[in-house]
């Protein structure tokens, strides 16, 4: 109805909550296809990530390879993927490549929407760690990860002195009515953390019964949470002031919070922060895959890793020791404990099973 | 002057225009809801066209059921909060001097500008313990401690009452601008204090106004989604809401769409039985 | 004492004066018209009386209690507006009734009393109609009823009848006249049509620039305007400006012999048309020459017009009087001593 401001799930990315209006901007740089044949086209998601995609890394790319780029604001949602699909139909690419969240690679994947990536022109993905390598079935590449962050456990240090160390805080009687949760089973990966700290990994999802067993475990949380949001900025204006003194988000924004004196604390709870990511992924109708290759690998680079991190607050995608980020530079951004990896696949296979589910669960 | 029937394509030209815009802006979008809502779903993907029912099927159940008839409480509550407010307002407003009526009237526009976003966020603001309107309550001694009273059913109904309430006092205005002042100095000089005046004349002669208001401001809080979850919890999201996940994050659009049509049938349904009820009344 | 009274009633909006403080006594069972020119103030007075606006200074007493800031819905009076006001949302039945169910009056009653006062305006058996279904003059007689449905001491009506056709408005006039006649009771007419007046009133008040100029019988409004303004607002008037001297008025023209002339200066008096007699002859006692310049038959009168020493002068004669003259010929005007009013000056 009015902006679109809603914390994306998997395909939108915190990062698109700046980018109201981003759909009529996708659709109105459309025209513009024809007219620059001989730049390449970078889809980033509007507003945030494109601005510091602009401003700190497109220029230097240029500079280093002389090839030019067009940033595109990617609309939110599935959107942009059914505008990639519905082009390729017509072999144009409204972007050469696109940053794609997982489950939104997974979809392009099963519907061929990826041209397969030669690995031997991209000597810098060997770097990149193996969960962010998006692969067809044959094994064939068809994306590399190009961004990641980090959720965790967050709350307000003057209501919630103590440092909580587990995901398991969620649970304490305690902490009634006290809750700020991400209100998309697709967003939040609730089901994850339950497993990974109550049932010894993400693996107990694999079964139907597993999954039945965590939402029977959320389920329990329902009386804790005060606030199931879609909109981060109210959930951390809430956190901030201590109307929601605990909950789930992005470490490396409540690190500027931290930064900006105010009574906050992100902890990688011991069971490991939820990580999550977007990869690169080239349409299969573009007809600039060389130069795109030339992008990607680009982009792998420890530097541009590490310029990343200082200047846009993501997580490297690679390990961090060939970068020359510091330990606080790094701890900003993420962690050493292993993470907690979202099971995509679930939300491809059982999305509207779980999402029904989910729904029911927390609407009681 | 004699009214002729049309009888060349030409003579239907002035009313061409609006039923193209009706037919661009309405059944052409409405049309293609209606279709992609018997398409099949391909989870892990888009759709595909078809002719399913199991989008509506999927619809039909008890938990939907209790949202559709929240949803519908919802923005009756609303509806009525709305008018009941904004009629008495209204009528005040346009007893005021032109002058004030247009400031009254801008500062209200003024306030439709604000964003869905802007509204549920200064309204969970002023509803929270630490910043919020109890605090003034605790100062005046009227409590003992600030408390939040938001998310809740209040604060929903709080934030969609004032986003809807400009569009309200909008719709009255016309018809209580044109409503002659004299029939209430008659009252007054029948008997009737001002109070009993106004609901004995006012309200009565202008219950078709009332009547199409409520309607508006009920479909307008049907559509609302983003307040209901700014400021609610989930037992208070709507319809709406579903909707918006589903077509924005499940990428689910057949069944995003069956349940917006169903919405709208269920609506115009309302809509078309409340307009027979009145005329029902006005025929008796 | 009983009756209404004004005690220096006044309204002020600001610095304009919408009513200078106005005295007025209006005995029970009197049928007064507030005559005068739009913005005259006599509006704002007939809504003073009804409590619908409130006075800036002075009194209003009602068989000598002062009723100046009793709410209009407790002074039981009877009014009934230029835009009748009927309630749109009611039937003619249940607009009558009105007043009755705001007080609690059983139902039975309501209805019997609403087929009486359909029957006191000449208009059984509409109680069930919707006010829209009705015409101009039906839907006057309907807010007449309910007007009078609470037996109201003071009955006021604001222009009641401007709506309505020529022909209507005549009848409509002698049918309010002969009701107020029947029912005795006190009532106030606020008209600008001096015909209205003269038709229905005991008493006129004749009112200009927010101020009473006078407040008299018909006849004595016509036959002894108090000042220029009247005689001229009342009917046609031919007013002459002149000095007094030696005991006559000397005019352009001539010298009039006119009884209650001032000893000495100005002074301005005023001949009714009708009262003119034109001769052949210019010469003669009060006679002042002129020139025929129009003459119009109307069929019942014939107006002449005559250029009197560069002035206009009217005269007015029955079809049987009528004087043998023609356009361009010269005549003399005749004014009879006793149909000359001297005006203040």
Redesign the interface.
């Known amino acids: 109805m009015k902006t679109n401001n809603m914390a994306g799930g998997l395909l939108v990315g915190r990062r698109a909550i700046l980018a109201g209006g981003a759909a009529a901007v996708g659709l109105m740089a459309a025209p513009s296809i024809l007219r620059a044949a001989e730049t390449l086209k970078v889809g980033v998601y509007g507003g945030y990530f494109k601005d510091s995609f602009d401003k700190h890394i497109f220029p230097e790319f240029t500079k280093a390879t002389g090839i030019a780029v067009e940033s595109v604001a990617e609309p939110t949602g599935d959107a942009w993927l059914v505008q990639l699909e519905q082009a390729a139909r017509a072999n144009q690419a409204p972007a050469d490549v696109s940053m794609i969240a997982q489950v939104g690679m997974l979809k392009g994947i099963n519907a061929k929407l990826w041209t397969a990536l030669d690995l031997a022109k991209l000597p810098n993905a060997a770097a990149v760690l193996p969960h962010l390598v998006n692969k067809y079935p044959d094994g064939r590449v068809a994306g590399i990860g190009a961004v990641s962050w980090y959720i965790t456990l967050v709350s307000n240090t003057k209501a919630i002195p103590e440092t909580p160390s587990s995901w398991a805080a969620l649970w304490d009687a305690k902490r009634k009515d006290q809750l700020g949760l991400m209100a998309l089973v697709s967003n939040s990966f609730l089901l994850e953390v339950t497993a990974a700290t109550f049932f010894g990994g993400t693996k107990h999802l694999d079964t139907e019964a597993g999954q039945l067993d965590c939402f029977k475990k959320l389920s329990e949380l329902r009386k804790n949470v005060k606030l199931w949001y879609r909109d981060e900025a109210q959930f951390e204006a809430a956190l901030k002031a201590g109307e929601v003194p605990m909950g789930q988000y992005y470490h490396d924004v409540t690190g500027l919070a931290v930064a900006d004196g105010h009574p906050v604390r992100s902890t990688f709870p011991k069971e490991g922060g939820i990580t999550d990511s977007g990869s690169w992924a080239v349409s299969r109708a573009s007809k600039k895959a060389e130069q795109a290759h030339i992008f990607i690998n680009y982009m792998c680079q420890p530097s541009i890793q590490a310029l990343l991190s200082r200047k846009v607050g993501t997580a490297p995608t690679i390990d961090r020791k060939k970068t020359d980020l510091t330990d606080a530079e790094f701890a900003g951004v993420s962690s050493d404990i292993a993470p907690i990896i979202p099971r995509y696949d679930l939300y491809l296979s059982k999305a509207d099973w779980l999402n029904q589910k989910w729904t029911e669960m927390i609407v009681g | 002057m004699m009214r002729q029937a049309p009888r060349r394509a030409a003579d239907y030209g002035p009313i061409a225009f609006p039923a193209a815009m009706l037919l661009l802006f309405f059944a052409v979008p409405f049309g293609l809801m209606i279709a992609v809502s018997f398409f099949q779903r391909v989870e892990g993907g888009f759709y595909e066209p078809a002719f399913v029912w199991s989008n509506y099927a999927r619809f039909l159940s008890v938990f939907f059921g209790r949202v559709l008839s929240f949803s519908m409480l919802l923005a009756a509550g609303v509806a009525v909060l709305s008018v009941a407010l904004a009629f008495p307002f209204t009528y005040l407003l346009t007893r005021l001097r032109r002058r004030t009526q247009v400031l009254w009237l801008v500062f209200l526009l003024s306030v439709l500008s604000l964003s869905e976003v802007i509204i549920g966020f200064a309204w969970a603001t002023l509803l929270s313990a630490n910043a919020g309107l109890t605090n003034l309550l605790v100062m005046l001694g009227l409590m003992d401690a600030p408390t939040s009273l938001s998310p809740g059913l209040g604060a929903v109904l709080v934030g969609i009452v004032y986003q809807a309430f400009p569009y309200t006092v909008l719709v009255l205005y016309p018809a209580l601008s044109r409503l002659?002042p004299?029939?209430m100095?008659?009252?007054?000089?029948?008997?009737?204090?001002?109070l009993?005046?106004f609901f004995?004349?006012v309200v009565?002669?202008l219950?078709n106004s009332i009547v199409a208001t409520l309607i508006m401001v009920f479909v307008f809080a049907l559509g609302c989604y983003l307040l209901p979850q700014l400021l609610g919890r989930p037992q208070h999201w709507t319809l709406s809401v579903l909707i918006t996940d589903q077509a924005l994050f499940q990428a689910n659009m057949p069944f995003a769409a069956a349940m917006a049509v169903f919405l709208v049938l269920v609506s115009l349904g309302l809509v078309g039985l409340s307009l027979l009820v009145g005329k029902k009344e006005n025929a008796a | 004492m009983s009756g209404l009274a004004l005690d220096g009633l006044t309204k002020r909006y600001g610095s304009f004066t919408a009513l200078q403080p106005t005295h007025l006594t209006i005995p029970h069972g009197q049928f007064v018209c507030l005559l005068g020119p739009s913005g005259c103030g006599k509006t704002t007075l007939l809504r003073m009386v009804?409590?619908?606006d409130s006075p800036t200074e002075g009194r209003i007493l009602l068989d000598g209690t002062d009723i100046t800031h009793k709410?209009?819905?407790?002074?039981?009076?009877?009014?009934v507006?230029?835009?009748l006001?009927l309630?749109?949302?009611?039937t003619v039945g249940e607009n009558i009734a009105?007043?009755l169910r705001?007080?609690g009056v059983p139902k039975a009653d309501q209805g019997r009393e609403v087929d009486r006062l359909l029957g006191l305006v000449r208009l059984p058996g509409v109680a069930d109609r919707a006010v829209s279904q009705l015409s101009g003059g039906q839907r006057q007689r309907i807010a007449i009823a309910?007007?009078l449905?609470?037996s109201p001491k003071l009955f006021?009506l604001d222009e009641p009848l401007s709506a309505l056709d020529a022909k209507l408005r005549e009848a409509m006039q002698i049918e309010l006249k002969l009701l107020q006649e029947r029912l005795g009771i006190t009532t106030i007419v606020v008209t600008h049509d001096q015909r209205e007046a003269m038709t229905m009133a005991d008493l006129v008040v004749v009112m200009s620039q927010g101020r009473v100029r006078q407040a008299a019988s018909p006849i004595d409004v016509y036959r002894r305007p108090a000042d220029s303004f009247v005689a001229d607002f009342i009917g046609m008037t031919n007013l002459l400006n002149g000095h007094v001297s030696a005991g006559s008025l000397a005019v352009e023209g001539g010298a009039l012999a006119v009884p209650g002339l001032p000893a000495s200066g100005p002074a301005t008096i005023s001949v009714r048309p009708e009262e003119l007699r034109v001769h052949r002859e210019g010469a003669g006692p009060n006679r002042l020459p002129g020139t025929v310049s129009f003459i119009r038959d109307l069929g019942s009168h014939v107006e002449m017009r005559i250029d009197v020493a560069g002035r206009e002068m009217i005269a007015v004669a029955t079809p049987q009087d009528r004087p043998m003259v023609e356009p361009g010929q010269r005549v003399g005007v005749e004014l009879p001593p006793t149909s000359c009013v001297v005006l203040p000056s």
Request: charged residues 15%; proline residues 10%; glycine residues 8%.
């Open positions: 002659d004299t029939l100095e008659a009252a007054r000089t029948l008997g009737s204090s001002p009993k005046g004995t004349v009565p002669a219950r | 009804a409590g619908l709410p209009a819905h407790q002074r039981n009076f009877g009014m507006f230029q835009s006001a309630f749109p949302h009611l009105y007043p705001i007080r309910r007007a449905a609470l006021l």
